[in-house]
């Protein structure tokens, strides 16, 4: 009897052991085969970064994010081991910053994430996009642009400021139902209410527009606040700002040019906590004190700029002799508003003359330290406080639940709020933003997400609907390694074809390879946003030997690929390799994928068929 | 012929209350190891200086401070089981003492349910004193609920190592047994993954790593603080379980038989 049960002891014992490694073994998902391994895990983690959450430095933290919004900020928090991690260790992690004055079309929303804005309110433009734009804002699929609250047609007279763009504009006349006039925009879709109050008066010149009247000004106000809008005015004249804010507006969306805020004024938005957004960019470029040039010349920014961008800093507003007193006068303005404690937005009515959409909200925000703001204050002019003054409540801050719109910068614009310039990463929705000018504009990028096959190898010649296959060996780092390729019919599956590769590794180099590369650019090497791809997948048979997957990434040519390894067996095998299993490696910015034989030295036969990026 | 034994009557075996008993044992369990502080000390104090070094000094290396937290909790709760149980019972055995406790009325399990309390409490200690240095010098912030989970992790972490320590201290002496234990112990903290991730050694120590009961303890223990391989908690449980009833069945049978 006991030896009956020292027995079962003994073997339930040894199964449980068997059972452990067989069901446990963290390594089986490690060495077998790839199409086996464990699932990634969804989202990524900033850690050892500097925080400022939009209002306060939080000190170093880590930042979780998970499906496209922030899903814990800590000081310790704890990552899930599998989840990628971004280092953050000498930077500082800033929400997507906002730029509370833009006139976007063309490029603009794409010009703005580029350089970390992730959110723009639109103060003059055409309705038509109101719904698309809404819909934009509210999904959190990866893309490359800026989300925009906009006003749709700004309210202005016949022949005003606003007008004179090419495409027409509904005016307020002189026997105009202002509050139907206003009704009318809000039904057309516009998030708020933008007044133009300007006659050129302030600049010294003797033409003259016309604009609205005070009482249209005080009807159009009234108007938008029984429809619960915000009403913002664009004024050049202390007075119309005087009367805008009298009226009950909620911001103006300038300063004025013409005078310094007197204490009447401030106390004025003081009292009706009204908000102010200076526009010290496009102010300067009335002014002529090239700060337009500067941006274009800064180290960090100037090479994202594309020929527009560039040109456009490099023009002035309105011209003249330059007049630096304009500037004086507006910064001035800023430090007594400030001071009273009025809030200031950064906003940079970018894409006027000396002004750039992106660029030029990093000098806005040094403009407004320029004008007495301390770094985090000029930081949440650009962040928390747009989206709080707007009633956007899913952005401008680091905290759980909001969506992941994060800039990664070098050093502490805590300390030096030109540090805002030296971006790392940008992530919009929770993917990271592709920051090469050209990006978003060439062929490649527009590659339709359907179109995943980039190799059947079915045909005569080795095509692909979108990018090039090359061969590449170690022998342009010096090494001695061949390799070559060919069609052969029977491919996977009963497909007609398959790409042959074989050669032989040799030694030479420290790291021999030779394989094939996969080119989704029109131009070698040319970055394509694959963002929206979740997995390089392939059938493969071979030699059995073991072989690379490498992923060539980021804003230069000279980064370190990204591998992943898979066997090759007798058999047609379908593997599948998760990108974001490729550590380091950012698809947003692809450049090539790699198929390569390496260590050790000897020769290799693979097949390759169905490749495809999905 | 012989009469004298027929009209004694049968002697009652009388136990005394079996809790009053445990309590008395583990009292004095407590008082003996207290008294041994070149055994306490090392004890309580190893894993919590190795969690310093490796933990917090040099905690640049890319292991995350929870995940080494919860690690070193576990490395602290095996070895004072395994020590304190392993070695004390070859040691009384071997002396003798268990012929004398088998004639005493006490009930056999209370000498057994003494040591592994008393063990319990020295993982009691550890994981308390590694929580202190952890949240304070090693800037671990779990929640109130994670806290709690790593003690009642580790707590119950002693039962299965102490069936373990049983069997080491029926099989062999006294000295033996730290020999045996110290083999068995440092290579099994290591290869289980709770100094340093698996990750870091070659794949077939990784892949023989859930024959480890440590393996599994600490895998439930990294779940706490979200760092595990991660496979179902069931079958950690179950890893755990079976070796502890086969432990315990062969213990019992080797010290009853003597």
Redesign the interface.
Known sequence: M?RW??AV??G??V???V???L??????G??SAPATA?PPVDGFAIRGARVFDGERDLGIATVVVRDGRIAGV?????????MAVVDGQGRTLLPGLIDAHVHAWGDAQRDAARFGVTTAFDMHGMPERAQALRTQRESLAATGQADLWAAGYAVTAPGGHGTQYGFPVPTVEADTDVDAFIGARIDEGADFIKLIVEDLSAYGTARRLPTLSAEQVTAAIAAAHARERLAVVHVSTLEDGRHAIASGADCLVHLFADAEADAAFVTAMRARDAFVVPTLSVLASVAGTGDGAAIADDAHLGGLLTAEQRSSLAARMHGGAPDPGTLARALESVRLLHAAGVDILAGTDAPNPGTAHGASLHGEMALLVRAGLGNAQALAAATALPARRFGLSDRGRIAPGLRADLVLVDGDPLADITATRAIVTVWKNGHPVARDAQVGTSAAALVPAAQTLVGDFDGDAITAPFGSWQPSTDRMAGGNSDVAHELVHNGAQGTTGALRIHGEIRPGFAFPWAGMTFMPGTEPMEPVDMSGREALVFQVRGDGRRYSAMLFSGPTMQGMPSTQTFVAGPEWTEVRLPLADFPGADPALLRAVAFTAGQPAGGFEFFLDQVELR | MNTIATSTPTPVVARAPAVRACLVELRCELLKLLREPAYVLPAVLFPVLFYLLFGVMLSGMGAPPAFLLAGYGVFGTIGATLFGVGVGVANEREQGLLRLRRALPAHPLGWLLARTLAAMGFSLAITALLAIVGSTLGGVSLPMSGWALLFVVNLSGVLPFAALGFLIGSLVGGNAAIAVVNMLFLPMVFLSGLWLPLTMLPDFFARLAPVWPAYHLGQIAFKVVGHDAGGALWLHLLALLVPALVFAHFAWRRLSSR
């Open positions: 006991k049960m020292d002891a003994a339930a014992l199964a449980t052991l059972a452990s490694v069901l446990l073994s963290p390594a089986n490690r060495d464990r800590g000081a310790d928090l704890a990552v899930p081991e599998a």
